[in-house]
């Protein structure tokens, strides 16, 4: 399909996705982190962009030859989102002079009704005082800055941004994880970090989530479908004797591809009025049919999918990474559920 994407942008955008590309096995092997690919990204004027299918296109394309790169992209687009109204906060993130953090998975799940904000604010003379744990984050580099929720004893509940680096915030080790090593992911603990009135994003975290949250799921849908697509795309290039038996599955992959894509930029074009159960359903459906993609190369790809090192693999050890990626495949069905 054609997408709604300037010929400046792709053209910058196939500059840096070359790049990426060409690091995917250092980024995959943790030999390297994605900060140089979100700086290419910066430099090349692709985060901030005005229109939201050509965001879209940015995340779905670095995804296609690094989910890694592509998930830390989608994170640090989301607290440039965040902080639209807040140039003082977001001219950095725009040139990925430093990275943006997204911490507001416990925001989404709050406001669903599937949990309480597990971070503390104290109301001070000056702002506000954080106690808690951020239990996953990404991008978390020494220079970051968080976009966070949190809420107070008498139940108010605000959007805040911390930096990395502030006294009190607490970067616990971070685990070995397959294939997303290279992304800074790893929990955090607050521990009477001040935040200035000035680093209030919103008093209002209900009003917040339902405004940033089809472009959230938009933009991990983006992700699902680049990794899907780069997926079928060497999975339809197999040419060993037993290809044949997997035909039917790899035509019913890519026409369920091509519809998830199709859906992704129609709602893209204009997000506040989609139907957030459908986005919902969307976010769903790609990402299972990454999995299934990726399996599916996988598969084909023979031994040389279960060697490490082969994109076959990588691909196939990101997408393991997407039922769990917040929100989960369990709250996307829950949350589909609560629409009847």
């Not at 919103?202 to 990794?227: E, H, M, W, Y």
Request: charged content about 20%.
């Amino acid at each position: 399909m054609t997408t709604l994407v300037s010929d400046d942008v792709a053209t910058r955008l196939a500059h840096v996705t070359a790049g990426v590309d060409a690091r995917a096995g250092d980024l995959d092997a943790g030999q390297t982190d994605v900060r140089d690919d979100l700086r290419a990204l910066g430099a090349a004027g692709l985060f901030g962009l005005p229109d939201l299918p050509e965001t879209v296109r940015v995340i779905e394309q670095v995804s296609a030859v690094s989910l890694a790169a592509g998930f830390s992209a989608w994170a640090h687009q989301m607290a440039i989102h965040y902080l639209a109204d807040r140039p003082d906060l977001s001219e950095a993130l725009l040139t990925a002079r430093r990275p943006g953090v997204t911490a507001m998975a416990a925001g989404l799940k709050h406001v669903a009704g599937l949990g309480q904000l597990p971070i503390f604010a104290g109301e001070t003379r000056r702002g506000l005082r954080l106690n808690g744990p951020i239990r996953w984050a990404s991008n978390v580099f020494d220079d970051a800055l968080i976009v966070l929720p949190a809420r107070t004893a008498a139940g108010r509940l605000y959007v805040v941004a911390v930096d990395v680096s502030a006294v009190g915030v607490v970067i616990d080790p971070a685990p070995a994880l397959m294939a997303l090593g290279s992304t800074g992911s790893t929990s955090l603990r607050l521990e009477e970090v001040e935040v200035h009135a000035d680093r209030i994003i919103s008093a209002d975290l209900t009003g917040f989530v339902r405004g940033i949250k089809p472009t959230f799921l938009l933009l991990q849908t983006a992700f699902c479908v680049g990794v899907t697509g780069a997926a079928l795309t060497a999975a339809g290039r197999a040419t060993d004797g037993l290809a044949a038996q997997f035909d039917g599955d790899l035509a019913d992959l890519v026409s369920q591809a091509e519809h998830n894509r199709r859906r992704l930029y129609e709602f893209a074009t204009a997000p506040a009025e989609a139907d957030l159960a459908e986005v919902i359903r969307l976010r769903l459906n790609a990402a299972n049919a990454a999995v299934g993609a990726t399996r599916l190369e996988s598969a084909l790809a023979g031994g040389q999918g279960y060697r490490a090192g082969t994109a076959a693999n990588r691909r196939f050890r990101e997408a393991a990474f997407l039922p769990v990626q917040s929100p989960s495949e369990g709250q996307l069905r829950w949350e589909l559920k609560q629409y009847g």
